[in-house]
């Protein structure tokens, strides 16, 4: 399931940036905290990009790790009450124009499946003027 996807892309974000100060937004209370690495995920489907990449950069964060559904899955988000029923759709291609028009650029990108073939991208993106 989708869930056990999250969960392990989360884990690999984790263990990947292990060694620097964390912070992960929360949708439901987006604020933020200085930090060396900010994690986003299936966030900014609910805040907007624009706001999104506002947050990240208030932050500080060297490193932004962004976790989007892809737009081309079959299903919505799983509204099992972890994410509300109403979204916005991210394309890769906007995530990324979007980020690189802001100084940071894409150093990291995975797309993996569940078993039921819905996909989520990971995107990191590092700040070149921090």
Not at 66 to 86: K, T, Y
Not at 102 to 109: I, K, Q
Request: glycine share 4%; with cysteine; hydrophobic share 40%.
């Amino acid at each position: 399931m989708i869930h056990a996807l999250l969960d392990a892309l989360r884990r690999q974000q984790m263990e990947q940036y292990e060694e620097q100060k964390i912070y992960e937004l929360d949708y439901r209370n987006p604020t933020v905290r200085d930090s060396d690495v900010l994690l986003i995920n299936l966030a900014a489907e609910y805040l907007g990009l624009q706001k999104t990449i506002e947050l990240a950069q208030a932050c500080h964060a060297r490193i932004v790790s962004v976790i989007l559904w892809d737009p081309e899955n079959m299903n919505s988000i799983p509204g099992d009450g972890r994410w509300p029923r109403s979204y916005r759709t991210i394309s890769l291609e906007r995530a990324v124009v979007e980020f690189q028009a802001r100084n940071m650029d894409l150093v990291y990108m995975r797309d993996p499946r569940d078993e039921n073939g819905n996909r989520l991208i990971r995107l990191d993106f590092q700040n070149v003027c921090a």
